[in-house]
């Protein structure tokens, strides 16, 4: 016997509905499908939910646990921990100066971009839009300093809030919570460096004379 063109799919109450080789569901054939299954309207809201939360997946970009990421405005590139657990996305610095300059507040920081090199640091100055009170996974709660940025990896660029705080006991100099990716990043915590390992800048030691 010929098999049949299409592969037929069991769906819940004994349907069968076609799926082709096509790819991912349109909407048209999720309004199809709905209607397939009208004798059933739980069955058919609940395959449109699922479906269509796929179909909204597939405007996100995956990312892994760890993606190399740029901060545009400050010059720094470097490796940053994607954690749905955190809410608030935070970078490692020290030597925090805060000041005023035309009325506008400005703090004054310094980074080590790269891992397990204290030798390389990064100065950078930035708006303070905030002070906000965070407690850290540990338990501990301090009051930091807020700025706004924008952060690129691969292809995409979008902004982000930062908190500065002093991350030298964490095994990242950064941190992407919640609030960063939301509506725009899927993570795949069993990968990393989905956007590429390139280095968009290349940091170098200044020899002391």
Not at 56 to 81: C, F, S, Y
Not at 105 to 113: A, D
Not at 129 to 146: C, L
């Amino acid at each position: 016997m010929m098999r049949e063109a299409h592969r037929r799919r069991q769906q819940p109450g004994g349907d069968t509905v076609a799926s082709g080789p096509g790819g991912p569901p349109t909407v048209k054939r999720l309004v199809r499908k709905c209607l397939d299954v009208a004798c059933n309207p739980f069955v058919g809201l609940l395959v449109l939910a699922i479906e269509v939360g796929v179909v909204q997946a597939d405007d996100k970009k995956i990312v892994g646990w760890i993606e190399r990421v740029a901060i545009t405005a400050e010059g720094l590139t470097m490796d940053a921990k994607v954690d749905t657990g955190a809410r608030t996305s935070a970078l490692h610095t020290f030597g925090l100066e805060p000041f005023d300059k035309d009325g506008s507040p400005k703090v004054k920081f310094t980074v080590h971009p790269l891992q397990r090199r204290k030798d390389i640091g990064v100065c950078c100055v930035a708006d303070v839009v905030d002070r906000r009170r965070v407690t850290s996974s540990d338990g501990q709660s301090e009051k930091r300093y807020v700025i706004q940025t924008t952060v690129a990896s691969g292809d995409i660029r979008w902004p982000i809030e930062l908190t500065l705080t002093n991350r030298k006991s964490m095994r990242f100099r950064m941190l992407l919570g919640r609030a960063a990716i939301t509506g725009r990043l899927l993570v795949d915590p069993a990968k990393s460096y989905l956007t590429g390992r390139k280095l968009s800048k290349i940091y170098s030691v200044t020899k002391k004379k």
